[in-house]
């Protein structure tokens, strides 16, 4: 499999003539004669002199061994052969009788013609074909930057401001941006370094989830340095044949090591650099885990004083080979986090610079209102604000824009067209205003803003939002029982109200039992358990796949655990909704007629006449 790696790219053209051959052969051998076996129908030598004689005979050709000719009956022509006979008056013969005459060239003029008919003209089509298909595969591989491209890796190099993009451009991110300043600072003047005794690592890390900017910050850093910098993308160096990854890796470190100092960024590195699992020899893997070693050695080779600096940039860093992460690679992490309230802010405000806005946006509203939302979620907003300001016909997006574009981003876009039955309307009502209720009558939970029972193409019929007036970095225990007594107010509403369950709380269930499993074991917030972690987490950063450390019994125990917390808060959502059903039925109502309410709706119709409520035990 592997002899060839030395050629890259070599086989596929070889395979392709020797197709082009065969076709070629396959086309003479069955396809001309089919064209020249033209019935020609045999006579004898009688039997033409006999037509001559009769002028049927309207054209021949004579040659050294056959006797061509054509005889027109009612119209049609036919095609006759006879062997030539030494006949010295046929000529004056078949001038007599007006027959047209023709000679026929001798057979190794017209071998010659065949052959180069047949073969030599085919196969030089075939082989300029070939030619230019492969020099277009080669461009379109390769070289979209002319001059700036370079052998066989394709990385892009970028010279300073040639992106475009500065730090300015990436807000938030301090802590990262900081540390990038240094290695750029570096690259600037390592003399300043090198006089302390300090040396850069070799290689940084960026690591964090998709979307808060790391690709963005490598062409900041691009856009900031002074000094050439090649980028990469992990996925180009997986390559269809064998060994072209490995290849392109020499290359590039090739091409870098000769522009020293620069910095190489390989982005989604992780596609090349996961953990090699040890399947033996026969894995379809062969092609990444060959580009990873190169990887690794050329990281180890490369003289780290002469200012090669390498960024690599994952959302997946725990599935990394931990071969890439021991000193003397990549040594360095830089966290890029999900943006807090004010990061999001700001990126709002970076974004919104290019569209046109109104003066009176409030970003910092809007930024709350988008929790966990990304650098890329929070560009998508404001993209989609201004396509709203465009199909309402403004001139700028407006506040409203704003927020009716979080809810599409973050819920998926207002389904106008799918209508609700009647009664599954009131159902959706009851539910929704049920999680509002709960959540309101409670203290410690974040407010209600709007509740709408406008389906979405998220699949979500309703959506109750609830908006924290600060940013929260740890949740109480409390907190947490309250939310997941929210998530049950849904379900509870619709057991009171219609004494029955529907199937659209599933969304609801699943959030609950995330939280309360995360409660008991990985919070240890259940008196059982104490402080004792029961779940790993990997990945934190796309979803969390966690896997269970404890025994088959405490398993068991852990179930029961959940379930218990679940029932509680599901009881107490209940109670409270028993207690206020007289709110239920009003707010639920005035939902179903305007379906969609502000949170200051809810409020005034909540506290119009102060029932008597109960608060949480
Ligand atoms: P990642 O590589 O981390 O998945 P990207 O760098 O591709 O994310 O970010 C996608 C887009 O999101 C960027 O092009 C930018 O428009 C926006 N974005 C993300 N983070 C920020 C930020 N901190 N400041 C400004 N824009 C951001
Ligand atoms: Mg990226
Ligand atoms: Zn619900």
Redesign the pocket.
């Known amino acids: 499999m592997k002899q060839d790696n030395k050629k890259p790219g070599k086989r596929p053209m070889y395979f392709y003539y020797l197709i082009a051959i065969v076709a070629i052969f396959l086309i003479n051998f069955l396809l001309l004669p089919a064209i020249s076996r033209r019935s020609i129908e045999e006579t004898d030598y009688t039997t033409f002199l006999q037509n001559v004689e009769a002028g049927n005979v309207e054209a021949a050709q004579v040659g050294d061994e056959y006797i061509y000719y054509t005889m027109t009956e009612d119209g049609q022509t036919s095609y006759y052969e006879t062997l030539t006979m030494d006949d010295p008056d046929l000529v004056s013969r078949l001038y007599a009788a007006g027959v047209k005459m023709e000679g026929v060239e001798t057979e190794s003029t017209s071998l010659l013609w065949t052959l180069f008919a047949g073969y030599v003209i085919p196969i030089l089509i075939f082989v300029l074909l070939g030619r230019w298909l492969s020099n277009r595969m080669m461009s379109s591989m390769g070289g979209n930057g002319g001059a700036m491209s370079f052998g066989k890796s394709n990385a892009k190099v970028y010279v300073k401001s040639s992106t475009g993009i500065k730090f300015s ?5 301090d802590e990262a941006k900081e540390l990038l300043t240094e290695i750029i600072d570096y690259l600037h003047d390592p003399q300043k370094y090198t006089e302390i005794g300090a040396s850069m690592p070799k290689g940084a890390l960026l690591v ?1 989830p ?7 910050l490598a062409k900041a850093v691009a856009g900031e340095a002074e000094v050439p910098f090649f980028s990469i993308s992990g996925s180009e160096f997986v390559e269809m044949f064998v060994g072209m990854g490995a290849a392109k890796v020499r290359d590039l470190f090739k091409q870098a090591n000769e522009k020293a100092p620069c910095i190489v960024f390989i982005d989604e590195i992780d596609t090349i650099g996961k953990k090699r699992d040890s399947a033996g020899f026969t894995g379809g893997n062969d092609e990444r885990e060959q580009t990873l070693n190169q990887l690794l050695t050329e990281m180890d080779g490369f003289d780290g004083s002469k200012g090669v600096v390498i960024l690599a ?1 994952t ?1 997946r860093p725990d599935s990394l080979d931990p071969a890439l992460l021991r000193p003397g690679r990549f040594d360095r992490r830089i966290p ?1 986090d999900l ?1 807090d309230l004010q990061g999001r802010e700001e ?1 709002l405000k ?2 919104a610079k290019k569209i046109r806005v109104a003066d009176n946006v409030r970003f910092g509203e809007i930024a709350r209102a988008a929790v966990g939302a ?3 979620d929070l ?1 998508n907003v404001v993209n989609e604000a201004a396509l709203r300001a465009v199909r309402e016909g403004r001139k700028f997006a407006t506040q409203e824009d704003f927020q009716e574009s979080i809810e599409v981003v973050i819920a998926g876009y207002q389904k106008k067209n799918r209508v609700l039955s009647s009664k599954e309307k009131l159902i959706v009502a009851y539910h929704e205003v049920g999680h509002a209720l709960v959540a309101a009558k409670q203290t410690n939970s974040a407010p209600v803003t709007k509740i709408t029972i406008i389906p979405r193409t998220s699949g979500a019929l309703g959506y109750t939002m609830q908006v924290d007036d600060e940013e929260h970095f740890l949740m109480s225990k409390e907190e947490l029982e309250n939310k997941i007594a929210s998530l049950t107010g849904g379900r509870a509403a619709e057991e009171l109200i219609f004494h029955t369950v529907t199937t659209g709380a599933s969304n609801d269930i699943e959030q609950a039992t995330k939280i309360a499993r995360a409660m008991i074991s990985r919070y240890g917030m259940s008196d059982e358990f104490d402080m004792v972690a029961m779940e790993n987490v990997t990945n934190q950063y796309l979803g969390g796949d966690s896997s269970l450390t404890c025994s088959f019994e405490t398993q068991t125990l852990l179930d029961r655990k959940v379930v218990e917390l679940v029932r509680t808060q599901h009881e107490k959502a209940r109670k409270i909704l028993e207690d206020n059903v007289g709110k239920l039925h009003e707010i639920a109502k005035y939902l179903y007629d305007h379906e969609t309410i502000s949170g200051e709706e809810f409020m005034d119709i909540l506290c119009k006449t102060p029932e008597l409520t109960v608060s949480e035990t």
């Open positions: 451009d990436v807000a938030g991110e964090g998709p979307g808060t900017g790391k690709t963005l940039a959302n890029v943006p990126i970076v974004h990304s650098g890329a560009a």
